[in-house]
């Protein structure tokens, strides 16, 4: 899938923007890895990208998506540290860079690139990148630095707010949170909230 190139002055529907194409096979150049998508993620900045609503106009065209999961399909010169057929997870892969996640390939660089635990899905994958790495931001950047304090997530039930809790209480923190449902408690208890 592409999304062409946007007038940042409107805000455009997906169908007037997205479309679906053959495109060539990405190859990896020097420090990027081609991973064959098995999943890819849809973010809030995802779409307000494709709607024009950010600074960043794709150029030519662009194909969509930041966060996604798959298999380490070729690898550039000087990487080091993944081998072909190894399971991953992306984050922020259309950030400066052509190939999102939304199509069969996304050449992205490696550092981009996290090996994905056998236990942990696919879809799993594709719904950690800017949403937790945003979490793990919000925590300051190093998780362990909660360890031993409590620490209030507000939203526990949200995307951000749910690895904010799941970071905090494996960094070892007591996890205190806001819902607006009993629903909503219950999720955020079973990711590891203290009280809501
Ligand atoms: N998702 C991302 O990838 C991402 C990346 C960067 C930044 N952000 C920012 O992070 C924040 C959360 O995003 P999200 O994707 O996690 O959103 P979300 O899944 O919609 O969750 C938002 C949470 O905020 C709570 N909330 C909404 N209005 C509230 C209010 N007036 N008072 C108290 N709580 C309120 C909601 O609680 P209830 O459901 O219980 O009402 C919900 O749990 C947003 O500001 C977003 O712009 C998100």
């Known amino acids: 899938m592409v999304c062409e190139s946007s007038d940042l002055s409107e805000d455009r529907a997906?169908?007037?923007?997205?479309?679906?194409?053959?495109?060539?096979?990405p190859e990896p150049q020097a420090g990027e890895v081609r991973v064959a998508i098995s999943a890819?993620?849809?973010?809030?900045t995802d779409w307000k990208a494709r709607a024009g609503l950010t600074g960043r106009a794709p150029e030519d065209f662009q194909v969509p998506h930041h966060d996604g999961a798959g298999r380490v399909d070729a690898i550039g010169p000087g990487v080091t540290g993944l081998a072909v057929g190894q399971r991953v997870w992306l984050y922020l892969a259309a950030a400066d860079n052509t190939y999102g996640t939304a199509a069969e390939f996304a050449v992205v660089p490696a550092d981009k690139v996290v090996p994905l635990p056998d236990n942990a899905s696919d879809e799993l994958?594709?719904?950690?990148?800017?949403?937790a790495l945003t979490a793990a931001y919000c925590l300051g950047g190093d998780p362990s630095a909660v360890r031993g304090r409590t620490v209030l997530v507000a939203g526990g039930a949200g995307a951000v707010g749910h690895y904010a809790i799941e970071l905090a209480k494996h960094a070892g923190a007591q996890v205190v949170t806001t819902v607006s449902s009993a629903e909503k408690g219950e999720l955020a208890r079973a990711a590891g909230a203290t009280s809501c």
């Open 14 to 25: 997906a169908r007037d923007v997205l479309e679906l194409v053959e495109l060539d096979v």
């Open 125 to 131: 994958g594709a719904c950690l990148g800017v949403p």
């Open 40 to 44: 890819s993620g849809v973010n809030p």
